[in-house]
């Protein structure tokens, strides 16, 4: 959705503009205002008596865009708008007959909350697809973000800016300064710009907009009106440093004392510098050296029994902001593999790849980040330009044999990340054509590390995105992208083996695997076409497919090659409110998968259906059907395994998001009655607006599960004929998040963040495969008998000819995990654009291989376990000239 904040995005998210909404055509909308060039002085206060606003033109003209679309609002809005050679003025009057009852509360800058707000949407390239929006609660609580693409927005973009707002006996005001330095336009004579003003009534949920802007189409950005009036505007220069200082310590609690490389107390410290500098009006450079992430929010802890890596989403600021000109997905839809795109940035300054044995091994947690940039903008007639390159340096570890022999083998080589990005925008934005190129160059040569990394790896991509049709609700999409990759024979072979390729499976005739192959290239597509939205009916068709060689994990996020999807969908929704519901939408989806040989790996379809009550809660669910015939990837690189079907349903409820105490619940379910596997998930969020300034979140979660076909480890006997061990496990994963953001005033707030977390897994029914074609499913696995398994010092030895002697051994893979991740910032903004921070990160783990879950135990070793402390100080001083 647009620019409401998202807690009231929730639950008006199925509301629409009824069939009387004024129209808002292909030309673009009618809705025009001036501004005027300030001839008096304006205090920035949140009173709009200034002399500077006296002369300055007054709209009016509001429509509601929810509940009753295209109507008069219950309370009237009008807004001015004024400039001078450095900045744009906004002043915002919003009427109200109940001031007592005016909704702002005291958060940190950026956070959602339901408030009432005004926010002010500046399309100020005029291309209808790019908008630069600030936005303002009754007690001064700022937001800014970026939108792009006409519909996409982009959080973490932060300009330095200054508001004041006021609430008086008639409603409140807001006041906004908005230096030009924080735009991008090019210099005209006469220019006009789009401009959009929202506003949101909390306790009525009423949102109101100047220009109308239906629910029922996608668009934003190309709803906006036009601002004129804006004479003899020349771009401000724009540059703009940011140096920072850290310092601080670690603190590590019962060490191992024979472990060299343990220490109880270590110092730390770190000097670093961040440059924004407006090359063009339009195009600006940002570069960061040394850079700190010292605030960054721990990871969610998770335990993956896949053979893929987990996702976690980027959280460091520099990669953050200006992120939107850089994203290719090469994914559709929802779920794990939405996440897969050509650019994820945190490869960038990850873990290193190196794992040296040794009796003590003292491992880097990150990979250093010598230096970044990226140049970025939008030039006036059209061209969105990215271009990011980053080094990470050489990383070593410290490895001491038990004998007092130490070593500093490398573990990660220097390297550079590169990344480019172009598109283009015709017909007022509904048809854009890009591409997008991504390399990475690792200077592995002498470092040992040649038969594990790749030296070179490309990936580029096209796309082509059309609108058209009557309100621009029809799209035709298509993307195209290949792969390069590079590096010594080992190197390639394991890329080949991988679980995305499996180029050595034995039991297909389509792949060939090759020991002496250097390099692997692959390609991949999508489209998609159809009314996704606008009116009661949505309906679409789409596909996506990869060649078995595609691989972008150097510097992108992919799980899978070597497939085709084919999809459909329909849609009826209802946007209309009525004395019952706000609004409602049943989905159908069907899909078809294979591989390239081509094989029928499933296929199936889900129902799905949601809605949202007069009363602002909202509930939904769906059942899911998943005609399986094929696993490629159960054995990791061994034959093909058969699958059966399986089925899911979800459900959930989320209560009214205005309430002082809010909440939702999640519940799913899935069986594959074959095998009698099966999960049960829970999870639940409960938000306290404990006072204005002051809101708690408790989100528990439970996932209990039995998997009777669930991968252990691949062996081989003393012949070397290998064993696929497989086991049905029974798992249980529990964990809490909770957070804290007390704010004193918009400038100084503390955060708090934590979670515990267990996860236990028991094995039973120790098997192999065999006749991984059979269609009986007892005849694919063959169980280990009781007398030919034992286990001594966790490790699970088989005797499968009842000789005495093992044929084969593996780690017991019983597993039970602990984890607790927190922590606590302190932040001043004590000037604009500057902030100091007091961090504190605790961690604490523990893990055994009994794999009996047991909360109290469980919850008693993790408070016992050896933890690790950090507290920093940062400060950084913010610099414009």
Excluded at 692 to 720: K, R, T
Excluded at 824 to 829: C, G, I, Y
């Amino acid at each position: 959705m647009m620019f409401a904040p998202r807690s009231l995005v929730a639950a008006l998210a199925f509301a629409s503009v009824s069939a009387i909404a004024p129209a808002v055509s292909a030309q673009g909308p009618t809705v025009h205002s001036a501004a005027r060039r300030l001839d008096g002085p304006i205090t920035i206060d949140g009173h709009l008596d200034d002399v500077g606003w006296a002369d300055v033109p007054i709209a009016h003209g509001f429509v509601q865009r929810f509940p009753d679309a295209g109507k008069a609002p219950e309370h009237d809005t009008s807004f001015r708008v004024a400039y001078d050679d450095h900045a744009l003025y906004v002043a915002i009057r919003l009427d109200d007959d109940q001031p007592d009852k005016i909704r702002g509360l005291l958060t940190r800058r950026d956070q959602n909350s339901a408030s009432d707000w005004a926010m002010v949407g500046i399309d100020s390239y005029h291309d209808r697809r790019t908008a630069f929006v600030f936005g303002v609660n009754p007690v001064n609580v700022q937001r800014d973000m970026i939108l792009f693409d006409d519909s996409q927005q982009d959080e973490s973009w932060d300009a330095v800016w200054s508001s004041a707002s006021a609430i008086d006996a008639h409603g409140w005001s807001a006041e906004l300064r908005i230096p030009l330095s924080q735009l991008r336009f090019a210099s005209q004579d006469r220019a006009e710009w789009g401009f959009q003003i929202q506003r949101v009534v909390a306790r009525t949920g009423e949102e109101s907009v100047w220009s109308p802007w239906p629910r029922s189409v996608p668009q934003i950005v190309s709803s906006f009106g036009t601002l004129g009036g804006l004479d003899g505007l020349a771009p401000a220069r724009r540059l703009e440093v940011l140096p920072y200082a850290t310092g601080g310590g670690e603190f590590s609690e019962d060490v191992d004392d024979a472990d060299p490389f343990a220490h109880t107390a270590r110092a730390r410290g770190n000097l670093g510098l961040d440059v924004r500098y407006g090359l063009t009006s339009a195009i600006t450079l940002a570069a960061t050296i040394n850079p700190d992430f010292g605030q960054v929010e721990a990871d969610p802890s998770q335990v993956n029994l896949s053979a893929n890596e987990l996702f976690f989403p980027e959280k460091r600021p520099f990669f953050l902001e200006g992120n939107d000109i850089f994203r290719y997905s090469i994914a559709q839809g929802d779920g794990g593999d939405a996440t897969e795109s050509l650019f994820y940035s945190r490869r960038i300054g990850a873990a290193p790849h190196g794992d040296p044995d040794g009796a003590y091994v003292d491992l880097p947690s990150s990979t250093a980040i010598y230096g970044a940039a990226k140049v970025s903008g939008k030039t006036q007639n059209g061209w969105s330009i990215g271009v990011l390159d980053a080094v990470t340096g050489e990383e070593r570890a410290r490895v001491d044999d038990g004998n007092g022999v130490r070593t500093r083998p490398i573990v990660e080589p220097l390297t550079n990340y590169a990344v480019g990005r172009l598109k283009k925008d015709f017909r007022e934005g509904r048809t854009s054509v890009g591409g997008a190129l991504t390399a990475v160059h690792r200077a592995v040569g002498g470092t040992g590390l040649e038969s594990e990394l790749r030296d070179q790896a490309y990936a580029a991509g096209t796309q082509i995105e059309n609108r058209f049709g009557p309100d621009n609700v029809w799209q035709a999409n298509l993307r195209i992208a290949g792969s390069w990759v590079h590096g010594s024979p080992d190197a390639i072979a394991d890329t080949q083996t991988s679980i995305r390729h499996l180029y050595q499976r034995p039991d297909q005739d389509q792949l060939h695997y090759d020991p002496t192959r250097t390099s692997l290239s692959g390609a991949a597509a999508m489209y998609e076409l159809g009314k996704f939205s606008g009116g009661h009916w949505g309906y679409g068709i789409g596909g996506d497919t990869r060649t078995p060689g595609f691989e972008v994990n150097d510097l992108g996020y992919q799980r899978n090659a070597n497939y085709a999807v084919q999809w459909g969908f329909l849609q009826y929704r209802a946007d209309e409110p009525t004395d019952h519901l706000l609004g409602w939408n049943v989905n159908l989806n069907l899909f078809g998968f294979s591989d390239l040989s081509p094989q029928l790996i499933g296929a199936g379809g889900n129902v799905n259906a949601n809605a949202t009550l007069a009363s602002h809660w909202s509930l939904g669910g769906g059942v899911n059907i998943d005609g399986n015939r094929w696993d490629p990837h159960a054995l990791r690189g061994g034959a093909n395994l058969r699958d059966n079907p399986q089925g899911n349903l979800w459900l959930f409820v989320a209560t009214d998001p205005r309430k002082a105490v809010a909440g939702n619940l999640n519940v799913n379910a899935s069986r594959k009655p074959v095998n009698d596997t099966w999960s049960y998930g829970i999870n639940a969020g409960v938000t306290i607006q404990a006072r204005s300034n002051l809101d708690l979140f408790v989100g528990p979660m439970l996932n209990i599960s039995e998997d009777d076909s669930q991968y252990i480890d691949e062996v081989a006997d003393a012949a070397g004929a290998p064993h696929y061990i497989f086991g049905r496990i029974h798992q249980v994963v529990t964990g809490l998040t909770m957070r804290a953001n007390w704010t004193f005033t918009p400038r100084l707030s503390l955060q708090a963040y934590a979670m515990p977390f267990v996860a236990a897994g028991a094995y039973s029914k120790l098997k192999e495969a065999a006749d991984t074609h059979a269609r009986a499913y007892d005849q694919r696995f063959s169980e280990f008998g009781a007398g030919q398994v034992s286990t001594m010092d966790d490790v699970v030895s088989v005797d499968r000819n009842g000789d005495g002697v093992a044929d084969f051994a593996f780690d017991k893979p019983d597993f039970d995990v602990r984890q607790l991740n927190s922590t606590l910032v302190l932040r001043w903004e004590y000037r604009p654009g500057s902030a100091a921070f007091l961090i504190w990160s605790h961690s604490r783990d523990d893990s055994t291989t009994d794999g009996q879950f047991r909360l109290g135990t469980d919850l008693g070793a993790l408070g016992t376990a050896p933890g690790e402390h950090v507290v920093m100080i940062k400060v950084n001083y913010w610099i414009g000239l």
